[in-house]
C-alpha cells in the first residue's frame, strides 16, 4: 500500500466517525436532555421531602412544648412544696 491509499482510508474513517456523530446527535440530545429533567425532578422531591420533614419536626416540638407548657398551670406540677 502506498502512502496516498493510507490518507485515504484515514479520511474515510474520519468521515464515517463524523457522519456517525451528526446522525446519533437527536438520540444524545435527546438523552441529556431527559437525564437533566429526571436530576431537575429528583432535586424538587428532595427539597419538598426535606421541608416536609423539618415542618413535621416544627409541629412536634411546637405541639410537645404546648403541651408540657398547659400541662403544668393545669397539674400545678411546677409548684414546690415546703
Not at 444524545?28 to 428532595?46: C, D, H, N, Q, Y
Request: charged letters at 10%.
Amino acid at each position: 500500500m502506498d502512502q496516498a491509499t493510507l490518507v485515504g482510508f484515514a479520511f474515510g474513517y474520519l468521515a464515517t466517525l463524523i457522519v456517525v456523530f451528526i446522525l446519533c446527535l437527536p438520540f444524545t440530545t435527546g438523552l441529556v436532555l431527559l437525564m437533566l429533567l429526571a436530576g431537575a425532578v429528583r432535586l424538587i422531591l428532595f427539597l419538598a421531602t426535606a421541608l416536609t420533614v423539618g415542618l413535621i419536626g416544627l409541629f412536634k416540638s411546637a405541639r410537645s412544648s404546648l403541651r408540657r407548657s398547659t400541662h403544668g398551670a393545669r397539674h400545678g406540677s411546677d409548684l414546690i412544696t415546703h
